[in-house]
């Protein structure tokens, strides 16, 4: 993944913060072997009609079984949080002194599906060979066109103007007890784990580098 500090900072004083001071800003994503232990949802988070408690440790990394959430509810703020940083876009997590959020940023000048010519759409219907053939030949020329021009653009950081925050994630600071860090069995060069404790009583570690983990776990 590819995070954009500056980018990300300028974006959310821009669009979210308004008054309220940034008290850290860490890339976030979710746990490769994460597990959930959560009453009503099995271990990969889909619910199920009977619970079924695990007995594995929540720092069982090694063996794969480590907790990546533990709630009571699968409507808990840990669950929601944990869902939030699984998205597969580069998410970041934000702590406001008011507010705490997980955001992902948006580049709206990319398609998310390329454009296809209503002249493409009409041949690859016909019952002709050569027609569908023709079409198909439209068709891969007019994918080909919006793939050119998405190359061919700036980063997003040089055009601000097309990024937009989105919000997977968001709740009142005051929800959050604390932010700790947690036991690694194997510490990569870069990235560490952290996690967040609940008012609710649930908690979700989630996966960040070296510098999220230091402006995260600060005391407030």
Known sequence: MQ??????????GRDWLG?????ALACAEALPAGRFHVKGLDTHGIPVTRSTAATWSDDDIAAGRGAAVHARRPESLGVRL????????A???????ARIAVIRIRDTAVRAEPIVSPTAQRLVRQRSVGKVLRGV???????A????????????????????LEFEFEAPRAELLRVERCRQLAVGPATRQVRLHFT???????????DGA???????
Do not use: F
Request: some cysteine; charged content about 30%; hydrophobic content about 40%.
């Open 3 to 12: 995070w954009n500090h500056n980018l990300a900072l300028a974006l959310l």
């Open 19 to 23: 008054g309220e001071r940034l008290k």
């Open 82 to 89: 944990y869902r939030a940083v699984q998205a597969p876009e």
């Open 91 to 97: 998410c970041w997590l934000a702590l406001g002194v």
């Open 137 to 143: 030949g439209r068709l891969m020329r007019d994918v």
């Open 145 to 164: 066109t919006g793939l050119q021009e998405d190359i061919g653009r700036p980063p997003l950081h040089e055009r601000p103007e097309d990024a937009v």
């Open 200 to 210: 609710d009583d649930s908690w979700a570690r989630i996966r960040t580098d070296v």
């Open 214 to 220: 230091e402006a995260l776990t600060l005391p407030y």
